[in-house]
């Protein structure tokens, strides 16, 4: 069987995509746990081939749904900093790798939203 081209693959995620615009966020995060299963573990490479269409359309779709619900209300992050797990000083440069109080680690904790980042910066000038 020979890998289909790009676009043929672009293609088919999209349209597979449009399945799931009704469909629930928790659902949708279970069904890409599934067909990462699937994907590792099926030896048929049609049903391969198939997990990994579904699956990275899910992943999209859900990508889609957290931009928008970041652009509705208002979150906006940056990759400049992140927040560790501190109920203060929770900001941190993302020079820093891990907080030196909890022991978050940078690779592992969120970006900071603009909003908080521009009253910590504001509030030491």
Wanted: aromatic fraction near 6%; include cysteine.
């Amino acid at each position: 069987m020979k890998p289909a081209p790009k676009s043929t693959m672009e293609c088919l995620i999209n349209i597979e995509r449009a399945k799931y615009n009704i469909t629930s966020t928790p659902t949708l995060q279970w069904l890409l746990r599934l067909t990462k299963l699937q994907m590792n573990t099926v030896s048929n490479r049609a049903l391969y081939h198939q997990a990994r269409i579904v699956h990275e359309a899910v992943r999209r779709e859900i990508v889609f749904r957290n931009e928008v619900l970041a652009l509705e209300i208002g979150i906006i992050t940056t990759p400049d900093f992140w927040d560790c797990e501190c109920e203060e000083d929770f900001i941190h440069s993302s020079a820093d790798e891990a907080c030196p109080t909890c022991g978050a680690r940078r690779d592992e904790q969120p970006d900071s939203r603009v909003n908080e980042v521009s009253e910590m910066l504001g509030g030491r000038q």
